[in-house]
């Protein structure tokens, strides 16, 4: 208030100065000091204000990061929603923690737990890697299965621990990670944020919780780096990664085999090889390349040195998710329990593709065919900024263990993804970002 009543004062000062009487100037000086001393003491507020406030001091840089502080959970109609979700209507069924339920692998399984009627349970921070509107239209559609995703962070131990508390899960499905190979350069924080620090959070919570579930996660091809021998089987060398995702994920291997061996946690890690299919990811080549070619927009299509041929094994998400099913099937049960070691505990890793590499140059004809467009080419070399050469999965140890068998190939996978993508962008006028 004293500060309004000194800026009117101010105002009425007549702008020719050396009409002043002394008396007035004086006046004039005290309150332009009065004016500066308040101004200093309101800034100096805003200063500490923000220093002090713990939201501020955590303001991160990445998106998974700022994720930790918004969301707001628990409260008895919370945990009510969380046990309805986790409740398991099949003679049988598992109740399952899924993380990442959000994304693109993680809506599929979790869809097809809830039909055969186990107890699902989602987690995910929403962040802004890619278009959070299509991970809020994946939540409508489990929504509608009755699937709650909780909102929160795998960092956040606090929350772990209240959902387990409230649900004693069988089985996590650990599928949340900050993915992408290139992204890595830009914002190589958020690799260590989500594939790190979040997965020995989530395995803290877990070996501590009684009982402790088995955990299957998802690794990725991306550890076979850069080898040359193909196919890549499980038993090759994994310790030359072309990218700080892979290196990650390579960790997340090795925190996997500690955790299994000092707290007896059931550990089967999956490698993915390149997913592909409708809810798809917009940051992968199939799913921008689409989105470019009905804009009429050139692609960039990479090419090894010599004009060598760029090929990914690419595996339809439905035969992934039998996968993801198959391995939580087989899962052996943890053998400790409060925090402590019982007995030896199972250890897996398993290549989830599809045995029969593409070159990305027939993926994109395979696209100008169901798009009934001519792509625009434009052929590049290869970068080096985590792009490996080619990727080839050995599968026969998933096939023995797991029954895994992939039965969709690309013309067919894309054919379905070509129609979904249609129909969701072309719905309400959506936009692909
Ligand atoms: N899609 C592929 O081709 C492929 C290949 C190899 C491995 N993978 C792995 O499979 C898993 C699923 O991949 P996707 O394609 O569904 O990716 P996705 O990005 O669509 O899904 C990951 C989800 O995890 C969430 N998430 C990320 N960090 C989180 C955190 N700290 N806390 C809570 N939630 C967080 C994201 O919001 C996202 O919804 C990932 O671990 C990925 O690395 C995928």
Known sequence: MSQLKQMSHLDNIPSTPGKFKMEKRLRWHSSLAKLTFWSFVFLGLIFIFFFLSPSSSSLPSDPSRRSLRTYSWGGPAWEKRVRSSAKVRARNGISVLVTGAAGFVGTHVSAALKRRGDGVVGLDNFNDYYDPS???ARQAL?????????????NDSELLRKLFEVVAFTHVMHLAAQAGVRYAMENPSSYVHSNIAGLVNLLEVCKSANPQPAIV????????????????????????PASLYAATKKAGEEIAHTYNHIYGLS????????????????DMAYFF????????????????????????????????VKGCVAALDTAEKSTGSGGKKKGPAQLRVFNLGNTSPVPVTDLVSILERLLKVKAKRTMMKMPRNGDV?????????????LGYKPTTDLQ???????????KYYSAGEKSAQ
């Open 134 to 136: 299509l991970k809020r």
């Open 142 to 154: 489990l929504e509608r299965t009755g699937v709650f995703i909780v909102e929160g962070d795998i």
């Open 217 to 240: 996660w998802a690794s990725s091809s991306s550890v076979y780096g850069l080898n040359t021998k193909v196919p890549f089987s499980e038993r090759d060398r994994t310790d030359q």
């Open 267 to 282: 550990l089967t890690g999956l490698r993915f090889f390149t997913v592909y299919g409708p809810w798809g990811r917009p």
């Open 289 to 320: 390349f689409t989105k470019d070619i009905l804009k009429g927009k050139s692609i960039r299509i990479f090419e090894a040195p010599n004009h060598g041929t760029v090929a990914r094994d690419f595996t339809y998400i439905d035969d992934i």
């Open 389 to 401: 050469q080619f990727t080839h999965a050995n599968i026969s140890l998933a096939q023995r263990e």
């Open 412 to 422: 067919t996978g894309l054919k379905k993804f070509v129609r979904w993508y249609i």
